[in-house]
């Protein structure tokens, strides 16, 4: 066997290797639905996920700190800081692509969103939004979180509508306007 025979067998064997799980069924959830926590004295933010965070009392700077309260608003005030999640990539590879408000939200140093954090089945994600750049982040799925769970011939081309990526969850922060979300 030549040296070219074998380089073009394991070639072709790393191309066929998928990195997404082909699960039959959906995964579930392994963490609740996440708490946001805002420090107005020092600017903190904190995340829990566990199972006793509405009997945990979070301080910081010395305070006892409440938990945020997501906008659920329809007005004029939601279409600019709503996120919207569109999923890119493919049956073998996928990422969420998150973008905030329409028309896109300000990003001056006066108002501005802070970060997006996504809420996935093992867990979430932040990303940290620079200041005069778009309201927009990119997010990687691996593992469980890039599962395909259906085997539909529509799933496999460029017809896939990622149905079974139902129940992914976009937060966003505005430094003047509060806690936003969007579920896919």
């Given at each position: 066997m030549s040296f070219n025979h074998i380089a073009t067998e394991r070639s072709r064997a790393l191309r066929r290797t998928s990195t997404r799980i082909k699960n039959s069924t959906k995964p579930t959830f392994t963490h609740r639905v996440p708490t946001f926590y805002h420090c107005p004295q020092c600017g903190e933010f904190l995340v829990t996920m566990g199972k006793n965070d509405a009997m945990s009392h979070i301080t910081c700077c010395g305070n006892v700190l409440s938990a945020l309260m997501v906008h659920e608003s329809t007005d004029i005030l939601a279409q600019q800081h709503q996120p919207m999640i569109r999923i890119s990539g493919g049956f073998e590879s996928n990422a969420l692509f998150v973008t905030v408000?329409?028309?896109?939200?300000?990003?001056?140093?006066?108002?501005?969103?802070?970060?997006?954090?996504?809420?996935?089945?093992?867990g979430g994600q932040f990303k940290l939004l620079p200041l005069d750049t778009p309201p927009?982040?990119?997010?990687?799925?691996?593992?469980s979180d890039a599962y395909v769970y259906c085997d539909r011939p529509i799933c496999k081309g460029k017809q896939c509508k990622f149905n079974c990526k139902r129940g992914f969850t976009a937060y966003t922060w505005c430094n003047q306007h509060g806690l936003w979300r969007y579920t896919l």
């Open positions: 408000g329409s028309p896109p939200h300000p990003m001056a140093s006066d108002h501005r969103l802070e970060w997006i954090f996504i809420y996935t089945f093992q927009e982040a990119t997010f990687a799925l691996a593992s």
